[in-house]
């Protein structure tokens, strides 16, 4: 009974960490229930990559792309007006520096790991230009419009936006997000398939394989709503182990903008787990998808959030970048825009995208 227990680990998980929660919630932890709390978080991370997979594998790609990337900023939205909601003024830069984590994580990160795992398991990886081109110019265009445009305009005091600012880059971001959606699943969805996949013919054209078996409409509606629950409680238990969080980086010296990193980390593990998973199964689109869709969901959904959100909050919302990070951007448009054209990469392109973000990971600890 407990191998079989041990062995369906990922439908107790949910439940479990939904009960421990309903247990911490609203008290202050001590640093031994903290740290039980955050395994529990990661369990519960690894529970909803699963589920989202059941999920994404049955609605087939490249719709299960968006399952996990809008999950995943569900969890960045709720974590980040809720920590706002706390601390106002404390926390006027959180949503800038997770969006802008998020982006250098994805766009970096999540898309070197799967073109350099792409590439070393088949020399080149290959992907299909048309569709992750089209996800990087939409990514590239929200971060700027939402991210570095507030740095350099002159109605407000600072890298902030006057309210007429943040109304145009909210309204901007829900439609180009819904815009590129749409083009992703209805018009034109063959752009997001791997190339192998676009001309082949399929028992099954909305999956595009004919020898994986499909979960039943059982397993995933339990998937769906397994993958709720443990949505509910990693933005929950999140909210209670942050001040432990913030608490150890002051006490390491480190900035204040190290929370962001920190946060987008957090709820970026999924996708990272479930893009490196695709690219060692020779699914490079399917990582880029995941990626760049993560990254697009990142500033598209959560940017409206906070805006909407700073209705009610009395301390101001920050969403200009520094020089040094809107240099940053500007590397990974370019390298990024470089990479996409041949539609090909070897490991070398894999290599420069993660040494981005490892400057960004060693100027966000010291800038």
Not at 142 to 150: G, K, M, N, Q, V
Not at 308 to 334: E, R, Y
Request: proline share 6%; aromatic share 4%.
């Amino acid at each position: 009974m407990l191998t079989a227990a041990l062995g369906r680990w990922t439908l107790l998980l949910p439940p479990l960490a939904a009960v421990l929660l309903a247990l911490v919630w609203g008290r202050t932890l001590p640093n031994a229930v903290a740290t039980v709390a955050g395994l529990v978080l990661v369990l519960a991370v690894l529970a909803a990559v699963h589920h989202a997979e059941v999920v994404a594998h049955r609605v087939g790609e490249p719709l299960g792309s968006l399952v996990l990337a809008v999950a995943v900023t569900v969890i960045e939205v709720a974590l980040i007006v809720t920590l706002m909601v706390d601390s106002a003024a404390k926390n006027a830069t959180l949503a800038r520096d997770t969006v802008f984590a998020a982006v250098m994580i994805t766009c970096n990160g999540i898309v070197g790991l799967c073109l350099l795992l792409g590439s070393l398991r088949t020399r080149v990886a290959v992907f299909n230009p048309e569709g992750t081109g089209a996800a990087l110019a939409t990514v590239a265009t929200l971060a700027t419009l939402s991210l570095a445009l507030p740095s350099f305009t002159t109605s407000t005091p600072g890298p902030n936006f006057s309210p007429t600012q943040l109304t145009f880059a909210s309204v901007a971001a829900l439609v180009l997000y819904g815009l590129f959606v749409t083009t992703q699943t209805v018009r034109h969805r063959e752009y997001f398939l791997p190339p192998e996949l676009i001309d082949r013919p399929a028992a099954d054209p909305q999956h595009g394989e004919t020898h994986d078996e499909l979960p039943t409409n059982r397993e995933t509606a339990t998937s769906l709503v397994l993958l709720m629950v443990a949505l509910v409680a990693v933005v929950g238990l999140a909210k209670t182990v942050s001040p432990t969080i913030e608490h150890g980086v002051t006490a390491a010296g480190l900035p204040a903008s190290v929370m962001g990193v920190v946060i987008a980390m957090l709820v970026l593990l999924p996708e990272t787990i479930a893009a490196v998973r695709a690219a060692r199964r020779d699914e490079v689109q399917t990582g880029l998808n995941l990626a760049l869709g993560s990254a697009m969901a990142s500033i598209g959904l959560t940017i409206p959030a906070v805006a909407l959100a700073s209705v009610w909050l009395s301390g101001p919302l920050v969403l200009g970048l520094s020089a040094s990070h809107l240099v940053l951007l500007a590397l990974t448009v370019a390298v990024g825009t470089l990479t996409v054209i041949p539609g090909r990469a070897t490991p070398l392109q894999g290599g420069v995208h993660l040494s981005v973000l490892a400057a960004y990971v060693v100027l966000a600890v010291s800038p």
